[in-house]
């Protein structure tokens, strides 16, 4: 299947390595619990098919060629940024539900099945079929994605783990990214080979496996599944409903309706955006409620909620405007010495050099539009050679040969996995010098490097006139090395943090409060991607990107010495 030998190593604490094999992660020193290394597997396959379905996502919402939905961008944008906003929004609910009633162990189980089901739904045609499989998976990863995140928090709160949360962490966000590296080759794979349906069908195979891995392993997890009673302020589950999902719900349905024009650009974005504000509200009433001993804690986590919003919304743009860019922007041109060996396995698009009926684009592959605001096709050359220099375009008749678009989606996944073992190592460095910096400075220091990233962007539209020639694929590897460094400094830091900062009882709640940051971030993702078509000096679009990080880092930096003494205390 896959061995990742020495290079793809997981890390322990202190900067010790853990020998990779793919059912077994040997603790031999016991600085992590045996539950581990199921959870990570669990999530590996998980998120092999979570990201197997959104490497092709936007490529098939906006296909005009081999049965896609044939979307214009900005619409697809809209879809996109919805689809994965909705779906860290529901960890709000699943986390409840899993703290309160159902358990954790349960609520993997329920959101797991519901999400397989829905990747599978997604090979079935038409549009009915599409959005009710876009409801299973946005449900089923609110039961399913804080839960187990809270479960291997849980591990680490035996005295022997404490020390070694930060660590367990970095190994568990490896898991994610090793699904989210290998799941690309795969889509590329059977979308080239057989078409979409059976890429979407594969999504869902992954996920029951990831399922079946939990179940064998639920003896090591079980003593960490404990139900939290709540506490005489805290709400029932049905006023939580009535003053807060209730609300939500009008307000999302008003935000559709009765909102004259579309404020924040699209009714789907007015709906979210309104539908989150009594979900916030209610995370601000926490803080208002909350005992004394937990006030601290509890704006701590609000805080950081509210600036790391930036970086999902630059992040998540990966699957959006960085798709845009390796589609039509990037020069994908295979060297003919190796597409035998790339071929076979599905990781080539083949193009001809004949004149075809293609979609008419302007410079900036907006397509044109006729009076009944249909795509206006003519017979002429591929899409992909308007802006590929002259001596590169074949003058007879020929096949030529691309690098899948959604490969450079593994790009990303196949970094954290490489530079984890660097990342962790370098704090491991710091520690034993006692120059590590704290968690909350290094969620700073993550935003403050993805700032960095975007100004990779800038050079690229530079180098390529302004999308007039296109540019090295270097450009874009180059843009995921540097935002994954910031996203390890970051992502991790910040789950670890919620599991050091929430009060016990509410601990699946805070998380669900970190995916509802991720969700407003991730919608406001796809809002920034619908605003590419506007931009006719594209570079000014990634300085948008660069000014909201640097600000969004700043500040952090504000907040640190309040941040550091509240994270102290709770040593």
């Not at 849980?154 to 404490?162: G, S, W």
């Not at 004394?292 to 998540?316: P, T």
């Not at 000014?547 to 504000?558: E, M, R, S």
Request: hydrophobic share 50%; glycine share 10%; proline share 4%.
């Amino acid at each position: 299947m896959l061995r990742l030998g020495a290079s793809l190593r997981l890390v322990q604490a202190e900067n010790s390595l853990i020998s990779g094999k793919i059912f077994y992660l040997p603790m031999s020193n016991r600085k992590h619990p045996r539950g581990l290394t199921f959870l990570f597997f669990t999530e590996m396959w998980e998120r092999f098919g979570y990201y197997l379905m959104l490497g092709i996502f936007f490529l098939y919402m906006t296909d005009t060629q081999k049965d896609g939905l044939g979307l214009e961008n900005k619409e697809a944008a809209d879809i996109f940024g919805t689809f994965i906003a909705l779906v860290f929004l529901t960890p709000f609910l699943g986390g409840l539900l899993a703290d309160r009633v159902l358990g954790y162990r349960l609520s993997i189980h329920i959101g797991g099945a519901m999400m397989g089901l829905g990747y599978m739904g997604l090979a079935v045609p038409g549009m009915m079929a599409f959005y009710i499989s876009l409801f299973l998976i946005i449900v089923g990863n609110g039961f399913f994605k804080p839960n187990i995140s809270t479960l291997l928090g849980n591990l680490y709160n035996e005295e022997a783990y404490k020390a070694h949360k930060d660590s367990g962490y970095n190994i568990f966000y490896m898991g994610i990214n090793v699904g989210a590296f290998i799941c690309n080759f795969f889509a590329a794979y059977l979308r080239n080979t057989f078409g979409w349906g059976y890429a979407f069908f594969a999504a869902g195979v992954g996920m029951f496996i990831g399922l079946a891995i939990f179940w064998l392993g639920e003896k090591h997890v079980k003593h960490a599944d404990v139900l939290k009673p709540a506490k005489e302020n805290d709400m029932s589950l049905m006023k939580i409903f009535m003053i807060v999902l209730l609300p939500s719900i009008l307000a999302g349905i008003a935000g559709w309706v009765l909102i004259p024009g579309n404020i924040f650009g699209s009714d789907s974005t007015d709906a979210f955006l309104f539908g989150a504000l009594p979900i916030t509200f209610f995370y601000i009433s926490l803080w208002v409620r909350a005992e004394k001993e937990d006030k601290n804690a509890i704006a701590a986590l609000l805080a950081i909620f509210g600036v790391v919003v930036i970086f999902w919304a630059i992040f998540k743009q990966n699957g959006t405007a960085l798709t845009t860019w390796a589609e039509h922007y990037t020069n994908r041109t295979l060297n003919e010495a190796v597409v035998p060996v790339v071929k076979p396995l599905g990781m080539v698009q083949s193009i001809t050099t004949e004149p075809g009926e293609y979609p008419v684009y302007d410079q900036h592959f907006r397509t044109r539009k006729d009076s009944a605001n249909k795509t206006v096709k003519a017979l002429g050359p591929h899409p992909y050679f308007q802006n590929l220099p002259k001596e590169e375009i074949p003058t007879d008749a020929s096949e030529i040969h691309l690098i899948s678009t959604e490969l450079f989606q593994s790009v990303n996944p196949f970094f954290v996995v490489m530079l984890t073992p660097v990342v962790v190592g370098f704090f491991g460095f710091l520690r034993k010098r006692n120059a590590e910096p704290s968690t909350p400075a290094k969620i700073g220091w993550g935003l403050f490097i993805t700032a960095l990233s975007t100004l990779v962007m800038v050079g690229a539209v530079l180098y390529g006139n302004n999308g007039a020639e296109k540019s090295s694929a270097a450009w874009l590897i180059g843009c995921y090395a540097v935002i994954t460094v910031g996203e390890l400094f970051l992502s991790p830091m910040g789950l670890s943090l919620v599991s050091k900062l929430s009060p016990p009882r509410l601990t699946a709640l805070m998380m669900g409060g970190w995916f509802l940051s991720t969700s407003i971030g991730n919608k406001l993702s796809g809002v920034l991607a619908g605003l590419w078509d506007g931009y006719e000096e594209k570079q000014y679009f990634f300085i948008v990107n660069c000014v909201g990080a640097l600000i969004a880092a700043f500040a952090i930096f504000l907040m640190l010495k309040w941040l550091r003494n509240i994270v102290d205390a709770k040593r």
